[in-house]
């Protein structure tokens, strides 16, 4: 297995992985009806297409790195959240160092080769929420979550922190799945349902 | 004492220096963000009943938490407390740099060595390096290493985040001679 585990890494050029996980007990001072855990596994890889101009075809690459992710990722987040079934939302997100084009985080996550493997992993059904950039080691950033089957209940939207420390480098790429295991802390800003018709003629707030 | 989050990390190393380790490098931290006790009451000059009150409770929260966060036998360990801005460094101080906080990771890690730690000021989001020493042998130098830890959202002004780190091994591709070849 761990012959299996060192052909992983080297096949996908994974230098590390890390795991962030938040536990929210008390919010405004009060327990949330139930407790809820949200988590990111980030991996920070080599940055398969360093030197290669726009014309590069990316799926090759893509789809030979981005699977072993998708199932490395989804398999530490459910192990760190309590299994698939605890998991209610989710999300994705690609830093790729200064060396690369933002395009080539996108490779990583926006395919099926990525997003398909990763709903499937984590049995959603909904679109995959998103956030990539290109940045230096360390700089910080937002994941957007939602709902895994039903993505536009509003209670689920959400977001986490994703840092790594001394990635990527600018030759790399850093690679996030992250999912929560229920709604915000205290949420209660209604929902689809719920809604009163808003327009610019139903209020006075602003004219018309 | 009041808790509002509890914040895991777990690294794990595979590459390091461009090559791969025999065995993944894994380090775990766990962080308490809680109520400073002694915000609002101006300057307290006897800290004992707060600390007899909250840092044995922390360090039995926080002990079996980072060693399970591990998954491995800790051979480093470390402790942190972040004070949010309204507190003195004190605050923290007193809540870490007691044996009724550090025994309980010794404890559970049949550990003897004292804990390094880091204590610092700082707003919410602030990075902050954890200092990790052997848990025996304060002079092992292939396990002297720190760990860099960014909690967004905390601390809060009122706050402090404590934390314990442990590792499951020293450095990756660590290769400087013992202390003892030196002497």
Redesign the interface.
């Known amino acids: 297995m ?1 012959e299996g ?2 052909q992983t ?2 096949s996908i050029g ?14 405004a ?1 009060e327990a949330p009806a139930r407790p809820v855990w949200r988590a990111s596994v980030a991996a920070v890889v080599r940055n398969p297409w360093l030197g290669s101009g726009p014309a590069t075809d990316l799926v090759p690459e893509q789809a030979r790195i981005a699977p072993v992710l998708a199932r490395l990722l989804t398999d530490r987040l459910i192990a ?1 959240l309590g299994g698939v079934d605890a998991i209610e939302s989710f999300g994705k997100a690609a830093i790729v160092g200064t060396a690369g084009e933002i395009e080539h985080a996108g490779a990583l996550i926006h395919t099926p080769y990525f997003g398909n493997l990763v709903r499937e992993f984590l049995r959603g059904e909904s679109i995959i929420c998103f956030a990539d950039t290109r940045a230096e080691a360390g700089e ?1 950033l937002i994941v957007p979550l939602w709902h895994k089957t039903q993505a536009a209940t509003r209670s689920h939207y959400q977001t986490v ?1 994703v ?1 790594v ?2 990635g990527p480098r600018a030759d790399e790429i850093v690679v996030v799945a992250a999912a929560s295991t229920g709604p915000r802390p205290h949420p209660r800003i209604g929902d689809r349902r719920t809604d009163p018709a808003v327009t610019t003629e139903t209020l006075e707030v602003v004219s018309s | 004492m ?15 220096g461009g090559r ?1 380790l025999a ?2 490098a894994r380090i775990a931290v766990v962080a308490a963000v809680i109520d400073n006790p002694w915000a609002g009451q101006g300057f307290v000059e006897d800290l004992a009943p707060g600390i007899e009150a909250h840092a044995s409770d922390l360090g039995a929260l926080l002990a079996p938490a980072v060693l399970d966060a591990l998954g491995e036998p800790a051979e480093a360990y470390g402790k942190a407390a972040i004070v949010g801005l309204d507190g003195e460094i004190e605050h923290g101080s007193a809540l870490i740099h007691t044996l009724k906080f550090g025994d309980h990771f010794r404890k559970a890690a049949d550990a003897t060595t004292l804990l390094p730690a880091v204590e610092k000021r700082g707003p919410a ?1 602030v ?1 902050f390096d954890i200092p990790l020493k052997h848990i025996t042998d304060a002079t092992i130098r292939s396990h002297h290493q720190s760990f ?1 830890v ?1 909690v ?2 905390a601390p809060h002004p009122g706050e402090i985040v404590v934390a314990l780190a442990a590792a499951a091994q020293g450095r990756p591709q660590q290769r400087l001679a013992p202390l003892t070849t030196e002497q």
Not at chain 1, 17 to 25: E, F, G, T
Not at chain 2, 2 to 16: A, K, L, N, Q
């Open positions: 761990q585990l060192k890494d080297e994974l230098r590390k992985l890390v795991l962030y996980r938040d536990a929210v007990l008390t919010e001072g760190s910080s922190s840092r420390s001394d | 009041s808790v509002r989050r509890i914040v895991t990390v777990v690294e794990e190393i595979h590459t390091e791969p065995r993944p989001g990075v860099e960014r967004s959202d």
